[in-house]
């Protein structure tokens, strides 16, 4: 059973998936969309530079009861390194417990035990929806509007600038340009030296329709990323840190479990590409 198959009828029924008074930001100097199309450009482009880097992958994923017992827990390290589509990820280390029988099981390596149980099937689909997707980043583009293809469905708004990590950023906001989509909306930080993204937050741009909720008996309230990005000292930008907590409920599936995930991308190393040519010995006449 893959996890993402849960989601399967609400497209069928419709679609899937501070204290004090803020002041007004300042009219910006760039609009909204002026700055996006600037980021989508760098993202085009940094998709070359980024698929010469090597580096590992750190992902935690947990499941809980609502409010109760953690119910199976994994830890995986990857390597990754670059492919003609993308990225090739080797798993080094895999570790974890589970609870069975009244008590929790550690184990170490593949095949975990229990996978195809309903918290082993989830943590496993997670974990290979994350380890095994093929963009340079080593992230899903699509949980993102950054690229040139994913901005065309969004609107963007100015909220203002800020300070980050010492860094000037603007703050924008964005959801889908059609208000019945049921996608991803949320607000992006962007550098505004480099015009690169240093941090992005993503929720569902609208709840799940009413009777899809009440008569199909599927929920995911909470569902939503975040992800931060870090300036490597070449100046290529990669997201460094990804993050959720949401809680899948499915009545007709007899789920209704507490997820947390998170995943920290680190060691980045350019590869160095070296050719050299033989030359046959010449021969003596």
């Known amino acids: 059973m893959r996890i993402w198959s849960l989601f399967a009828p609400l497209a069928l029924a419709g679609g899937l998936i501070a204290q004090g008074i803020p002041s007004e930001p300042a009219p910006p100097t760039l609009t909204a969309d002026v700055i996006m199309a600037r980021v989508a450009a760098n993202q085009d482009r940094g ?8 580096y590992r992958q750190h992902i935690h994923i947990v499941t809980h009861k609502p409010g109760g017992r953690l119910m199976r827990e994994e830890t995986a390290d990857y390597d990754v390194t670059p492919a003609p589509d993308g990225t090739e990820k080797k798993l080094t280390l895999l570790t974890g417990r589970n609870w069975h029988k009244g008590k929790y099981e550690a184990f170490s390596g593949e095949p975990a035990p229990d996978q195809d149980s309903m918290d082993g099937d989830m943590v496993k689909d ?7 997707d093929k963009s340079k980043d080593g992230l899903g583009k699509d949980l993102f509007p950054l690229t040139s293809d994913e901005q065309k469905n969004y609107a963007f708004q100015w909220l203002g600038e800020e300070v980050q990590d010492g860094r000037k950023v603007y703050h924008i906001g964005f959801r889908p340009k059609d208000k019945g989509d049921m996608t991803w ?3 992006a930080y962007i550098d505004e030296a480099e015009f690169e993204p240093v941090r992005v937050f993503t929720k569902m741009s609208r709840r799940i329709p009413f009777l899809v909720r009440t008569l199909l008996g599927t929920d995911v309230p909470g569902l939503g ?16 840190t990804f993050g959720t907590e949401f809680r899948i409920r499915a009545f007709f599936f007899f789920i209704n479990r507490e997820i947390s995930i998170s995943l920290e991308n680190s060691g ?5 590409v070296k050719s050299t040519v033989k030359i046959p010995p010449m021969e003596n006449h």
């Open 47 to 54: 998709e070359a530079l980024r698929k010469q880097f090597v």
């Open 126 to 132: 997670f974990r290979e929806d994350l380890a095994n």
């Open 185 to 187: 909306a949320g607000e």
């Open 225 to 240: 990323f975040n992800v931060a990005y870090h300036r490597q000292e070449d100046g290529v930008w990669f997201p460094a």
């Open 268 to 272: 980045f190393e350019r590869t160095h």
